[in-house]
């Protein structure tokens, strides 16, 4: 079995507290998402809908959200 390695955001700080989304690919060439606070809950994406997910978080589609 291949380790997992989660990718956080460097915005987000590295204490434990600061909790992000994390982004990792798995031993199938998946991506993976999680929320760092919670570890267990993990989403499987097509790598294709992750890179419109994060071109539209860079353009601010999402912060009317926030």
């Known amino acids: ?4 390695i989660w990718q956080k955001s460097s915005f987000s700080g590295p204490e434990p507290e600061n ?3 994390e982004l990792a690919r798995d ?4 991506r993976l998402l999680r929320e760092s606070d ?3 809950t993990v989403l499987t994406i097509d790598a294709d809908a992750l890179r419109a997910l994060l071109l539209a978080v860079k353009v601010g589609e999402f912060d009317h959200l926030t």
């Open 19 to 21: 909790a992000c989304l």
């Open 1 to 4: 079995m291949t380790e997992i």
């Open 27 to 30: 031993a199938a060439d998946r």
């Open 38 to 40: 919670e570890m267990a």
